[in-house]
């Protein structure tokens, strides 16, 4: 490290700390004194506390609520600053490619500032000018996050949360944010894939005029989305614009795996009936598999199946340290407790995730970035929903596009061959089990058997345990009089019915009377 940027460390560290004494940070935290302590400690705090609020699976939910308000504006660049970034980016004054530029901006925010502008064409757009210096600032203030991690004592956070690890994610993040091209390319994806959706769009990217610290769209006027007396007063039907919105946010997270991950109302406006998703800068990603576990996860809620959550989460999820299968079961049971008398209606989908991800955190579970971000998602889309249409339900909506979606995507010969392979599998299994069964009392003869159990059951478990142990004495029956029966039929037994002993018939049907018991109990079972 040079002198120089020693001194700008030392410079920044005094900073730093002259802060934190002002809000007097040893008297102890709370949510609103950490987002005050970030707000002062300029642009990079507030983009991370930004990052922060997305990750409900490290931060107690509270904090990540307060965190939230971060996104308000800071402080504008000069226009001369801006000016002189934007001849930096061109190579050319700003004059040669806007006939005009606004010199107030329209907003201002922790890595750039929106300008209002004409190009020489005449097209009206908006240019986002990225803060000169601030990836640097970025940069130098990550590394001192990074020294002040190796200096937290080891029986802390630190035993449970990797804070190198989430500060390079934040970083990772960040550099995404600050690098327009890529929010350019986010853009170019949204809309191919919102472009058979008649009723959504966003906005219009100049790629010609587009550089890593230039962003110029189309200038999008129209309604803020939670403006409801001019969208009354314009006609618009606020509930059919609320069932629209989370229609298509349900599309972007089940169908398209790439999502608003910062939906507030700022970021989506009303313009000739069509809804506008501006903000790219901010988007998540979900594979395959975490759509597919999302999907269980929800059809589980919808059943009140807490072992399809709970394989959902595993799935998911990946255990910091040792697990515990029995804790996380019997905390998802107690959410489905307090969610499973519900109607789907009643059903608040962002505190499902809310408390879905305190479970997560409670059982040391890391999750996917894009979960975090989902879930940050859906919890300031319920805000927007609660303000233009409270009585529109996202749970509702996404299981009948899930229905949907599983109507279309159903692969019926891709079901039967692994249902048919589950059936073998479970086949093979069981002509072991006679053998396996021989052997261990055989060993409890010689009083060699040890068994050591270890049973900490919910109710749920243990009639779900009793079920099984009644279900396996059944089977043993009914296998034992099938292959009985078979035996006899070979044998010259007396008196006999058409050609076979009539004792086989007789076990024939005990073992046909018996299998049609269990069917009509598990149907039973099925219609409670």
Not at 332 to 341: A, C, F, P, Q, S
Request: hydrophobic share 45%; with cysteine; aromatic share 6%.
């Amino acid at each position: 490290m040079s002198g120089k940027d020693s001194n700008e460390y030392v410079q920044r560290m005094k900073e730093i700390t002259a802060v934190l004494h002002r809000h007097k940070l040893t008297a102890g935290m709370n949510p609103e004194k950490l987002r005050q302590i970030l707000a002062d400690l300029g642009p990079t705090y507030v983009k991370l506390g930004q990052i922060a609020s997305m990750r409900s699976d490290i931060l107690p939910s509270r904090y990540c609520l307060e965190l939230m308000k971060l996104r308000s504006s800071v402080n504008p660049l000069e226009f001369g600053e801006v000016r002189q970034m934007l001849t930096d980016s061109y190579g050319c004054p700003p004059e040669e490619i806007f006939a005009s530029v606004e010199e107030t901006p329209l907003g201002a925010a922790s890595i750039a500032q929106v300008h209002r502008a004409v190009l020489r064409s005449g097209e009206d757009v908006v240019v986002k000018v990225q803060r000169p210096g601030i990836y640097e600032m970025m940069a130098r203030d990550i590394g001192l996050l990074h020294r002040a991690v190796r200096l937290v004592p080891p029986v802390s956070i630190k035993e449970s949360v990797d804070l190198n690890m989430v500060l390079d994610e934040m970083w990772t993040v960040a550099q995404e944010e600050m690098n327009f091209l890529k929010e350019a390319s986010n853009m170019e994806e949204f809309a191919a894939n919102s472009k058979e959706i008649a009723y959504a769009c966003c906005p219009k990217l100049y790629r010609e005029y587009s550089t890593n610290q230039v962003l110029v769209m189309e200038y999008v006027d129209g309604f803020e989305i939670d403006d409801k007396e001019a969208l009354n007063e314009a006609g618009y039907d606020l509930d059919e614009i609320g069932k629209k919105l989370v229609n298509h946010y349900m599309q972007q997270i089940l169908e398209d795996g790439f999502f608003q991950a910062d939906p507030h109302p700022g970021n989506l406006r009303i313009r000739d009936g069509k809804i506008v998703w501006m903000d790219m800068g901010m988007m998540g990603r979900l594979s395959a598999r975490d759509k597919e576990q999302i999907s269980e996860a929800v059809l589980g809620l919808a059943q009140s199946d807490a072992g399809r959550i709970m394989d959902a989460v595993t799935t998911l999820g990946e255990f910091r340290g040792e697990p515990d299968h029995a804790r996380l079961y019997k905390d998802i049971t107690e959410l489905m407790k307090r969610y499973g008398k519900m109607e789907l209606g009643e059903i608040d989908l962002a505190k499902v995730m809310e408390d879905l991800l305190e479970i997560m955190k409670a059982n040391r579970i890391s999750m996917p970035h894009g979960l975090t971000m989902l879930a940050r998602g859906l919890s300031t889309m319920e805000g927007v929903l609660m303000e233009i249409s409270p009585d529109i339900n996202m749970v509702e909506i996404a299981a009948a596009r899930m229905n949907e979606q599983w109507l279309q995507d159903f692969d019926w010969k891709k079901s039967v061959l692994k249902e048919g392979r589950r059936l073998h599998e479970a086949l093979h299994k069981t002509v072991d089990i006679p053998i396996l069964a021989a052997d261990i009392l055989q060993e409890y003869r010689r009083g060699e058997t040890r068994i050591n159990l270890d049973l900490h059951a919910s109710d749920d478990l243990a009639r779900m345990m009793n079920t099984l142990v009644k279900n396996l004495v059944i089977g043993f029956l009914i296998t034992a009089l099938l292959v009985s029966s078979s035996i006899l039929c070979l044998t010259d037994m007396k008196p006999r019915m058409l050609g076979i002993p009539m004792l086989g018939i007789v076990g024939y049907i005990a073992a046909l009377i018996l299998m049609i018991f269990v069917l009509l109990r598990h149907v039973k079972k099925r219609k409670r």
